[in-house]
C-alpha cells in the first residue's frame, strides 16, 4: 500500500515532502529541499560535512546571475586538520571565516549579527554541522554565494521593503586568502598592511619593498628545537589556517605548549576553545598561513622563536 504524501512549502523556505497523516509538520519528513542547498543560506539549514561517508552540503554559487547551473565557488565547511568554513574555488581558498573556537569562527566580526541570530557548530567523531537560527521569527535574513565567491548575508526591512546588506565578504584586503604569504601578519590599519611575524624578514625584500608579499616571510634564526625556544603571544588575531593542524579537545593550554615544544616541526599554538576560560589544544606545524589582526574579538596564539 502506497502511503499518501503532500509536498509543502514551510515558513522557513524548506520545501518538503511528508507523510500526509502527520500532524507535526517537521517530522515524518521523505524529503526536504535544506538537504540540497544551493546558493542560498537560510536560519535552520545546516552545512554538513560527514567524516565516515565522506558526502558534504555545502553552498554552491550560480554560474552567472541569470544562470542558476552550478557555479565555481563553494562555501563550505574544510575538514583538513581542524575544522574550518571557507569560500573556495575548487580546492583553492578564496577566503577564510576561519575555526570555530566554542563562540564563533575565528575571522568573523559578528558582534552585530549576536544581537539577532544564533549560530552553532556541532562537531562530533561522525559529523561537523554548522547553523543559525533567528532570535525572533519575525526576523527574515540570508545569506547568499555571489557567482564571483563573494557572500552577502542581508536582512529584510518590511517597512522599506528591501533587503538590507549587513555584511559582505570579502570585506577587505586582508580576508583573502593567504594575502601576506606565509609566516606574517595582515593589519589593514597598517601601511603597508602587511607585515613579518617578529622573528622572520622577507623572503625577497627588493619584491616585499614593492608590495609583492606572496613569497611570504622567512626566519631569521632556525629554531634551537629542544634547547632554548619560546614562544611569542599574539593577542586578538584570526587564528592561521588549520587546515594541516593538530588539535586535542581535553588539553589544557599548558599541555599543549609542552606537546609543541617535543616537536621540532611544531610553530604555534592556541586553545581549541575559548569559553569558561579556555580549553582544548591546537597546534600548527611549518608555516603559519592567512593570518591577520581581528580586534573585535581575535583569539590569543603563542608563535615559536
Known amino acids: 500500500m502506497v502511503k499518501p504524501v503532500v509536498v509543502l512549502l514551510l515558513d522557513s523556505g524548506n520545501l518538503v515532502v511528508k507523510d500526509a497523516n502527520s500532524n507535526n509538520e517537521n517530522e515524518d519528513l521523505l524529503w526536504e529541499s535544506f538537504d540540497y542547498p544551493g546558493n542560498t543560506f537560510l536560519a535552520g539549514m545546516k552545512l554538513k560535512s560527514n567524516l565516515v561517508t565522506g558526502p558534504y552540503k555545502y553552498l554552491t554559487s550560480w554560474r552567472s546571475p541569470e544562470d542558476p547551473a552550478e557555479g565555481e565557488y563553494s562555501y563550505r565547511i574544510d575538514t583538513h586538520g581542524f575544522p574550518q568554513l571557507v569560500t573556495a574555488k575548487g580546492a583553492t581558498f578564496l577566503s577564510r571565516a576561519?575555526?570555530?573556537?566554542?563562540?564563533?569562527?575565528?575571522?568573523?566580526?559578528?558582534?552585530?549579527?549576536?544581537?539577532?541570530?544564533?549560530?552553532?557548530?556541532?562537531?562530533?567523531?561522525?559529523?561537523?554541522?554548522?547553523?543559525?537560527?533567528?532570535?525572533?521569527?519575525?526576523?527574515?535574513?540570508?545569506?547568499v554565494l555571489d557567482p564571483d565567491g563573494k557572500s552577502q548575508r542581508t536582512l529584510w526591512l518590511d517597512s522599506e521593503h528591501i533587503w538590507e546588506i549587513i555584511i559582505a565578504r570579502p570585506a577587505d584586503q586582508c580576508d583573502y586568502y593567504s594575502l601576506c604569504g606565509i609566516n606574517s601578519n595582515c593589519n589593514v590599519d597598517n601601511f603597508p598592511i602587511?607585515?613579518?611575524?617578529?622573528?622572520?624578514?622577507?623572503?625577497?625584500?627588493?619584491?616585499?619593498?614593492?608590495?609583492?608579499?606572496?613569497?611570504?616571510?622567512?626566519?631569521?634564526?632556525?629554531?634551537?628545537?629542544?634547547?632554548?625556544?619560546?614562544?611569542?603571544?599574539?593577542?586578538?588575531?584570526?587564528?592561521?589556517?588549520?587546515?594541516s593542524s593538530w588539535f586535542d579537545k581535553s588539553m589544557s593550554l599548558e599541555e599543549c605548549k609542552t606537546v609543541c615544544l617535543k616537536n621540532c616541526s611544531c610553530t604555534a599554538y592556541a586553545n581549541l576553545d575559548i569559553r569558561y576560560g579556555g580549553s582544548g589544544c591546537l597546534l600548527w606545524f611549518d608555516n603559519i598561513v592567512d593570518m591577520r589582526i581581528h580586534p573585535d574579538q581575535g583569539q590569543d596564539i603563542y608563535i615559536r622563536l
Request: with cysteine; charged share 20%.
Open 98 to 143: 576561519g575555526s570555530w573556537n566554542g563562540f564563533l569562527f575565528t575571522g568573523v566580526s559578528w558582534q552585530r549579527m549576536h544581537k539577532f541570530l544564533n549560530f552553532s557548530v556541532v562537531f562530533t567523531d561522525k559529523e561537523i554541522a554548522y547553523q543559525y537560527e533567528t532570535m525572533n521569527s519575525s526576523i527574515i535574513t540570508k545569506m
Open 194 to 243: 602587511c607585515e613579518c611575524l617578529e622573528g622572520f624578514m622577507p623572503k625577497f625584500q627588493t619584491k616585499w619593498d614593492s608590495s609583492v608579499w606572496s613569497d611570504g616571510c622567512v626566519r631569521k634564526t632556525h629554531l634551537n628545537c629542544l634547547h632554548g625556544d619560546g614562544f611569542l603571544k599574539y593577542i586578538n588575531m584570526k587564528l592561521p589556517d588549520t587546515s
